[in-house]
């Protein structure tokens, strides 16, 4: 079977990252750190000749890929799909908020309860149902090529999970995998039973806006 690279992008820091907000389905724009990022994440994905880009349809996502799209003259196919998980009553609130006003709501999230639905939310069990399957649909369609997928934190997160064959049906609760704004996850994928992780978080494309060269499992 062809070997297909897989890229899964975080957002660029959006405004409400800066006010350290929950993002959820919001409309949220990037600040002006999260566009310089996204241009400089859209060069160094341009070198790697990425064939095909997917992404969530909310506007901090759709902006991060616009650069990438923009440089290699391909369209962004954009999915609800890939959207961050819908938060509801937490959404737009601070951490601090959330915690005080819908409190088990906010240690569910926290501490990772696949299982909890959020008021007027969703559960991560919910995200990863949608995410995972339209995953799977576009690996089957670009076989061989380079695929970037611009998301966000928490459909990164257990994207990479799935993927590394770290969740299952009686999976209660999970470890949480940073991902930096506009951080990079690589895989190689030649099946399903066949995933191989190159790299987490890997954020060295940015190293001249924010100092920071860090990135793992590399």
């Known amino acids: 079977m062809p070997v297909t690279r897989l890229y899964l992008i975080r957002h660029g820091q959006s405004a409400g990252n800066a006010e350290g907000r929950f993002g959820g389905h919001g409309p949220?724009?990037?600040?002006?750190?999260?566009?310089?990022?996204?241009?400089?994440?859209?060069?160094?994905?341009?070198?790697?000749?990425?064939?095909?880009?997917?992404?969530?349809?909310?506007?901090?996502?759709?902006?991060?890929?616009?650069?990438?799209?923009?440089?290699?003259?391909i369209p962004i196919n954009k999915t609800e799909a890939f959207r961050e998980r819908h938060v509801g009553v937490l959404e737009g609130l601070t951490f601090d908020?959330?915690?005080e006003t819908f409190p088990k709501d906010y240690y569910a999230l926290v501490n990772r309860n696949i299982h909890h639905v959020i008021t007027q939310g969703e559960s991560y069990r919910n995200l990863l149902r949608r995410s995972t399957g339209e995953l799977w649909?576009?690996?089957?369609?670009?076989?061989?090529?380079?695929?970037?997928?611009?998301?966000?934190?928490?459909?990164?997160?257990?994207?990479?999970?799935?993927?590394?064959?770290?969740?299952?049906?009686?999976?209660?609760?999970?470890?949480?995998?940073?991902?930096?704004?506009?951080?990079?996850?690589?895989?190689?994928?030649?099946?399903r039973n066949n995933v191989r992780v190159l790299a987490l978080n890997d954020t060295r494309h940015l190293a001249q806006i924010t100092g920071n060269d860090s990135f793992a499992a590399q």
């Open 28 to 73: 949220t724009p990037l600040s002006e750190l999260g566009v310089r990022q996204a241009e400089a994440t859209g060069e160094m994905l341009a070198r790697e000749r990425i064939s095909a880009i997917y992404s969530s349809d909310l506007h901090r996502a759709v902006q991060t890929a616009e650069p990438l799209s923009k440089l290699l003259d």
């Open 97 to 99: 908020e959330s915690k």
């Open 137 to 191: 649909d576009i690996l089957r369609n670009h076989q061989g090529g380079k695929v970037a997928i611009f998301s966000h934190t928490g459909a990164i997160c257990f994207l990479t999970l799935h993927l590394m064959g770290a969740i299952h049906r009686t999976t209660k609760q999970t470890p949480w995998i940073v991902t930096s704004n506009c951080g990079v996850n690589r895989f190689e994928v030649r099946g």
